[in-house]
């Protein structure tokens, strides 16, 4: 289930590829890709008997965090516009190191050495990737990236102190109605927002609400239920694989050597994070 999930949100950055070419613009993408994901999200939770209000409180919470995701997500999709698929989900992979730099400062976890290799190695991977000039990468849309990798750090660490109250797949749903209602609110605003015309573009919109939304939320969570979270970290490296492969295959993208460095420095540093993280668990006492 997890790596069916990693796989699915792999390909949200495809999407967004495919959808420039199809003249689908990114706030049109966005709003429609919440609106549908969320709708079968809910329409999953009331066939398994899932759904219902979140207290007050708690509620507040979901919202908040369904804000921070709308935010990162626009974040991603800009730099989409700048870098390739493949150069995006390696960037954006760096959020694990970030998780646990916010979880040292925030929540007062300790930094070992392997975490702090991990960032190294990580933040030095990024600097290989920005600096593969034969890949034609472009340093704003890295920085983009790299804000939604930070706005989506934040919000794993906003979900871990959450679900201590809140059961994982109500707190996703209750999000993702604040995610949508906020980016229709800004589309609304901007003036951007248009019906998808043709059956291509209804077809993105509808493949990434599907594919890259809904499916693999309901996987990872289930999944979650059945390994532990930092075993399904590791596994979740599959996702920027998944993205680099299908940009090569459907959009022709290239892989230069150094963007091969780079993505492997970023991957190992979030193995050892992972495996640092399950050391300490499984350490006694």
Not at 63 to 75: E, I, Q
Request: hydrophobic share 60%; proline share 3%; with cysteine.
């Amino acid at each position: 289930m997890i790596l069916v999930a990693a796989a699915c949100f792999g390909t949200l950055a495809i999407f967004g590829k495919l959808a420039e070419d199809v003249g689908l613009n990114t706030t049109t993408l966005l709003t429609y890709r919440f609106v549908f994901g969320t709708a079968f999200i809910w329409v999953g939770l009331l066939l398994w008997r899932r759904a219902r209000l979140l207290p007050k409180r708690e509620r507040r919470v979901a919202l908040a965090l369904g804000l921070l995701y709308a935010s990162f997500t626009a974040f991603f999709f800009w730099g989409l516009l700048f870098v390739s698929a493949g150069v995006a989900s390696l960037v954006f992979y760096t959020y694990p190191i970030y998780v646990y730099v916010f979880a040292v400062t925030l929540l007062n976890e300790s930094l070992s050495r392997y975490k702090l290799a991990a960032l190294v190695l990580a933040l030095a991977g990024v600097g290989f990737i920005v600096s593969g000039d034969a890949a034609g990468v472009d340093a704003l849309g890295v920085l983009l990236v790299g804000l939604a990798a930070l706005g989506y750090a934040g919000y794993v660490v906003g979900n871990r102190a959450a679900l201590g109250s809140i059961d994982a797949d109500l707190l996703a749903g209750t999000a993702m109605l604040a995610t949508t209602v906020s980016t229709l609110v800004g589309a609304l605003l901007l003036g951007r927002l248009a019906v998808p015309a043709g059956a291509d573009q209804w077809g993105i919109v509808l493949g990434i609400a599907a594919i890259g939304t809904a499916l693999p939320i309901f996987l990872y969570v289930s999944g979650l239920d059945r390994i532990p979270a930092s075993h399904a970290s590791v596994l979740s490296t599959a996702e920027p694989v998944v993205t680099v492969s299908l940009g090569v295959v459907a959009l022709g993208e290239s892989i230069t050597p150094v963007l091969v460095m780079g993505g492997l420095l970023v991957l190992v540093g979030v193995v050892l994070v992972q495996l640092d993280v399950t050391r300490e668990t499984e350490t006694p006492g």
